[in-house]
């Protein structure tokens, strides 16, 4: 199996720009994360996603984050508009269910400008 | 909410010596995962280990879950060990949660 696959894997834009995360899970896996990861917070999970319904988003930090899973093997997070204090590395993880063991992606590294 | 305290914060060995890597949390926990992050960024999962104790090659983890603490122990260390580890643990107080320790930056030197 490929793996968790993201892109992009790097993303440069200006303030005020939508900038839009893509996560292709495990196939069979049932449950889906979006994490970010910060020198100042650390690894935060921002929302997970069991059976492509959003179970948990508490962790988003505001109404300019949402996140989509459309089907099975395709989710979202976009941020719209950005703000350069949302410049970290989101990754996406996957695992069979919601208390398995999760497989990450290789993260995507987001600045803003 | 749950607090995920890693010990030590910093390590630096020599290679082919062991260590001990210490995970505290400090409410009862569903889950505990393990996670290497390389010097590239990959978050590797090393262990699932909500209890008991399991080892794969020169790691071995083990979780006391009623004690509320986890250890990962890395034996004859390699230059290619080094990075951060994590530990993650899985609570359903309040909805699903999955939190991240600081985690321990290890550095093994040749």
């Known amino acids: 199996d490929a793996g968790v696959i993201q892109s992009p894997r790097h993303e440069v834009t200006e303030m005020g720009q939508e900038v839009t995360l893509r996560c292709k899970p495990i196939?069979?896996?049932?449950?889906l994360f979006w994490y970010r990861q910060t020198m100042m917070r650390g690894l935060e999970l921002l929302i997970y996603?069991?059976?492509?319904?959003?179970?948990?988003d508490s962790g988003m930090p505001e109404d300019r984050f949402s996140a989509k899973m459309p089907n099975a093997s395709f989710s979202t997070l976009k941020i719209q508009p950005s703000e350069p204090r949302d410049s970290a590395v989101y990754f996406c993880?996957?695992?069979?269910?919601?208390?398995?063991?999760?497989?990450f992606g290789p993260g995507t590294r987001l600045l803003v400008l | 909410g749950i607090q995920v305290e890693q010990s030590p914060p910093d390590l630096i060995l020599q290679e082919g010596a062991n260590s001990t890597l210490r995970c505290n949390f400090s409410d009862s926990v569903n889950n505990l995962q393990w996670f290497h992050q390389n010097p590239w960024g990959q978050l590797i999962n090393l262990f699932y280990i909500p209890s008991g104790t399991k080892q794969n090659g020169r790691l071995s983890a083990t979780t006391v879950a009623t004690e509320r603490y986890s250890l990962l122990y890395i034996s004859s260390s390699q230059t290619t060990d080094s990075g951060v580890y994590f530990c993650?643990?899985?609570?359903?107080?309040?909805?699903?949660?999955?939190?991240f320790g600081a985690g321990t930056r290890l550095f093994v030197k040749a």
């Open positions: 196939s069979g896996h049932n449950s």
């Open positions: 993650a643990v899985g609570t359903n107080t309040g909805g699903f949660k999955t939190i």
């Open positions: 996603f069991n059976n492509n319904v959003p179970i948990d």
């Open positions: 993880a996957s695992s069979r269910g919601t208390e398995e063991t999760q497989y």
